[in-house]
Nanobody
Framework: QVQVVESGGGLVQPGGSLRLSCTTS????????MTWHRQPPGKDRELVAG??????????NYADSVQGRFGISRDILKNAVHLQMNDLTPEDTAVYFC???????????WGQGTQVAVSS
């Protein structure tokens, strides 16, 4: 069992930035594919960004809607991932979730989410 905990959400004005963090209880985050998802009010959950597992830094991918504005990164020493969100718009308002998926087991572990609200 891997515990996943998100933090860093809050209220920000349009054009602002936030940095979300996802801490895990694993001792080796390279064994997991890490992704950020979000669920806007009244809508389905959607994939925002991902970073692959493995020891060599991980490849990244982004939803078209956040490409060029969001950046996902991994801290191997702290077994954490971060989501840097820039140039936020009201359409980015959502609960943001972090997911860890075992590279070999396929097991998935979700956090409880952190709320991001973009409003003037």
């Amino acid at each position: 069992q891997v515990q996943v905990v998100e933090s860093g959400g809050g209220l920000v004005q349009p054009g602002g930035s936030l940095r979300l963090s996802c801490t895990t209880s694993t001792s080796n985050i390279t064994m997991y594919e890490m992704t950020w998802h979000r669920q806007p009010p009244g809508k389905d959950r959607e994939l925002v960004a991902g970073i692959s597992g493995g020891p060599s830094g991980g490849s990244t991918n982004y939803a078209d809607s956040v490409q060029g504005r969001f950046g996902i990164s991994r801290d191997i020493l702290k077994n954490a991932v971060h989501l840097q969100m820039n140039d936020l718009t009201p359409e980015d308002t959502a609960v943001y979730f972090c997911k860890a998926q075992g590279r070999y087991s396929g097991r998935t572990y979700w956090g409880q989410g952190t709320q991001v609200a973009v409003s003037s």
